[in-house]
Structure formats: C-alpha cells, structure tokens
C-alpha cells in the first residue's frame, strides 16, 4: 500500500521561502513519476510541479518556474519542494501525488496515490 505523507506547510510571509517534504512508502519508487499539486479555496486542483524519480527529469508550471524547485532523495524515498519569493496567490493546500510506471506529467487524473494535503498561507 503506497502512503505519502506531507509535512513542511505553514504561514510564511510574502517574499519569504518554505520546503514542503512528502516521504514515501510502499512502493518502488524509482519506477514512479511524483508530482505537487495545489487548491486554493474555491479553485480547481492545479498543477505545480512533477519529478522522475529515476530520471529526475523535471516539470513545472508557468506560475512557480524560477521559484519553485521540485527535488528528491531516493535514499530517504522523500520528494522536496522548495518554494521561494512566495507571493498570496500560492496561498492553497499542497498535495504530493504518485504515477507508477509514469511519466512527469501536469494531469493529475494520470496520478493514482494522494497524500493528505499540507495547508501554506502566504500573507502579504
């Protein structure tokens, strides 16, 4: 059973840096493609950033590139998102997500395993 775990989130204030980790278990993780997403109260689920864990092959969406850097230590099966010069709107719960077998991609449909969320809120 694949379980991810979400850890890193909390209040931060504008400009300011934050690291959200997602630890892994379950699954052999050097096959699967992970991925953030992000939901904002009264959005959609959008896309943020996705990483091979073999390859280490990156992805990222147009709002958090140059900001956001996704990473990951198959050591610890514990994927990273390192987030910088945070602005409101990335105000949202974070969700770390799985692809066995996948590719880095933006879809979350394409993504079978969810962690649970971590909230950050950015205040300006």
């Known amino acids: 059973q694949v379980r991810l775990v979400e850890s890193g989130g909390g209040p931060v204030q504008a400009g300011g840096s934050l690291r959200l980790s997602c630890a892994a278990s379950g699954g052999t993780f050097s096959r699967y493609a992970m991925g953030w997403f992000r939901q904002a109260p009264g959005k959609e689920r959008e896309f943020v950033a996705s990483?091979?864990?073999?390859?280490?092959?990156?992805l990222y969406a147009d709002s958090v590139k140059g900001r956001f850097t996704i990473s990951s230590d198959n050591a610890k099966n514990t994927v990273y998102l390192q987030m910088n010069s945070l602005k409101p709107e990335d105000t949202a719960v974070y969700y770390c997500?799985?692809?066995?077998?996948?590719?880095?991609?933006?879809?979350?449909?394409?993504?079978?395993?969810w962690g649970q969320g971590t909230q950050v809120t950015v205040s300006s």
């Open positions: 990483i091979h864990w073999r390859g280490r092959s990156t």
């Open positions: 997500a799985a692809a066995p077998w996948g590719t880095t991609s933006v879809n979350s449909h394409e993504y079978d395993y």
